[in-house]
């Protein structure tokens, strides 16, 4: 089978400028994905298409099947994969897609550019050993969880499709081979200005900035120090990211440097989960012995990487080094404090708290040390302040619990606002249903081992709208039954 063959059907709507194959030759391969054997879409998502400007309506199955499988490349598209490296646990490696392929940039009806990467399509230069494949579950569960991501109006690559691929893949069993169309505002990562930095040359690091700041940060154009501005700005889009992160009880689960987006959407999700029951520490990932991406550890880690990332730019922040330094020490000592300030805020609004109060962080920190000391389920606790009779629970006549309770009544009415405004607020940040693991477990089990994609289908559904109460969503926000297995997450599958 070939690969080279493009479909020609501006029906569909493709608007291909491919501007990251233009950048030094260092930093990505030329290349196709490999065909497969028999590919077969298993989902697609349309109303994605129709954000991108795409329709799909009038394209067979078939064609779909080789569009989304990359047998069949769309006109206009160039595909390459890309050259990056990158602090895996804190240790530096050279790595690179290596078992993704970029097919190209698609702008959309407002000129907006996304990059369409098809994610387990085949070996590349960069696989090592790797077999360049991905498998069924974790594409449909990256697919799940990065909508409802986007739905809980959170920064992050999207999905568009998943197909199978008729060929099996080898891990610990044989399983279905999958390939998941991902689609991004860019994949610059930190790991990017990593490789690029290790390489040495400082005009291809400038290169690199500028076309960074062209795509992602247009306003730092021309300005006196662009790269000092430009780590200023990412650090700016990392720490509201991470704090929506927290807000959701999301835990990425591996955020080594190459999993880090410098355009500030989530991206990655590997062994990524969210949190029922609070606690801080909480690790999913089977291979984070040590806790590294912990929840609590996601600020500080994110900070870390964020170091890296100054690393990369200090040659171009001043010609003399310990200037250089000096000011990226500077802009990266800040984080703990614009941290802190956002992370108020955003528990504020949780609360349903206008204004500044000096008792504020006390009882924000009180309720999350009753919730961690209860084993009380974080997503459902902020539900009940807003409405006592959701759920049965006797956890909420505790007694340390009902005099936090009369202490935050005590500051709404510092709020000096109406009930109604107090509850709206709280109602834009707090979901109603969120991606729990052991629904996730359910719908991807029903998808691979008994072919039934109608459970998939519903959870999709009702993670669309997680902010809106509709009566489908009451059987999702259940707690797990409490059993003894700790839940697993596994990366690189
Ligand atoms: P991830 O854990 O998905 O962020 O992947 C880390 C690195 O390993 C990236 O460079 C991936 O492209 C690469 N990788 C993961 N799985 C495979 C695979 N099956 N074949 C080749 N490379 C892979
Ligand atoms: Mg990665």
């Not at 493009?6 to 030329?30: A, C, E, Q, V």
């Not at 940040?429 to 081992?449: F, G, Y």
């Not at 109460?469 to 059987?475: D, K, L």
Request: proline content about 4%; hydrophobic content about 35%.
């Amino acid at each position: 089978m070939i690969n080279k063959t493009t479909l020609k059907d501006s029906k569909i709507g493709w608007r291909f400028d491919n501007s990251y194959i233009r950048l030094p030759d260092i930093m990505l391969s030329k290349l196709t994905p490999v065909p497969v054997r028999k590919p077969r879409v298993i989902i697609l998502n349309h109303i994605l298409s129709k954000e991108l400007g795409l329709d799909f309506s009038n394209v067979s199955d078939e064609n779909l099947s080789l569009i989304f499988s990359g047998n069949l490349l769309p006109e206009g598209s160039d595909s390459i994969a890309q050259a990056y490296a990158g602090h895996q646990f804190g240790y530096f490696t050279m790595l690179g897609d290596g078992r993704a392929i970029m097919i190209g940039e698609h702008l959309t009806p407002n000129n907006k550019r996304f990059d369409i990467q098809f994610k387990g399509s085949g070996r590349t230069p960069y696989s090592r050993g790797g077999d360049g494949r991905a498998t069924l579950g974790p594409m449909l569960r990256e697919y799940i969880i990065s909508e409802a991501m986007n739905a809980l109006n959170i920064p992050t690559t999207r999905s568009l499709a998943v197909v199978i691929t008729g060929e099996n893949v080898i891990r610990e069993t044989s399983l279905p081979g999958s390939i998941l169309t991902r689609v991004s505002a860019s994949h610059i990562r930190v790991g990017t200005f990593q490789y690029v930095a290790m390489k040495g040359d400082l005009k291809t690091q400038r290169t690199l900035v500028d076309y960074t700041i062209d795509r992602h940060y247009p306003n730092l154009k021309g300005n006196k120090n662009s790269a000092l501005d430009l780590l200023n700005s990412v650090m700016e889009k990392q720490i509201d990211l991470v704090i929506n992160w927290m807000r959701v009880g999301f835990i990425h689960g591996v955020m080594n440097t190459d999993n880090m987006a410098i355009s500030g959407e989530t991206i990655d999700y590997g062994p990524c989960a969210f949190m029922d029951v609070y606690k801080p520490e909480t690790v999913f990932s089977s291979i984070d012995h040590n806790g590294r991406y912990a929840f609590c550890n996601q600020p500080g880690i994110t900070q870390w990487n964020l170091l890296k990332f100054a690393e990369t730019l200090l040659p171009l922040i001043d010609k003399e080094k310990d200037v250089a330094i000096k000011n990226a020490e500077k802009c990266i000592n800040n984080f703990s404090i614009i941290y802190k300030k956002k992370w108020l805020s955003m528990m504020r609004k949780k609360l349903g708290l206008f204004g500044e109060h000096t008792e504020d962080e006390r009882l924000i920190n009180n309720l999350l040390i009753w919730m961690n000391a209860k084993k009380a389920d974080y997503t459902n606790t902020f539900l009940i302040l807003k409405d006592e009779n959701i759920f049965q629970n006797d956890l909420f006549k505790d007694n340390e619990f009902i005099s936090w309770h009369k202490e935050w009544q005590k500051r709404l009415i510092k709020n000096k606002k109406s009930k109604e405004s107090s509850l709206n607020l709280m109602n834009e940040v707090n979901p109603l249903v969120i991606p729990r693991n052991h629904e996730v477990e359910k719908v991807l089990e029903a998808a691979t081992n008994e072919n039934n994609l109608a459970p998939l289908n519903s959870l999709i559904d009702v993670l669309k709208n997680p902010y809106n109460y509709r009566s489908e969503i009451v059987p999702y926000q259940s707690t797990p039954e409490p059993n003894n297995k700790i839940y697993q997450t596994f990366c690189g599958t």
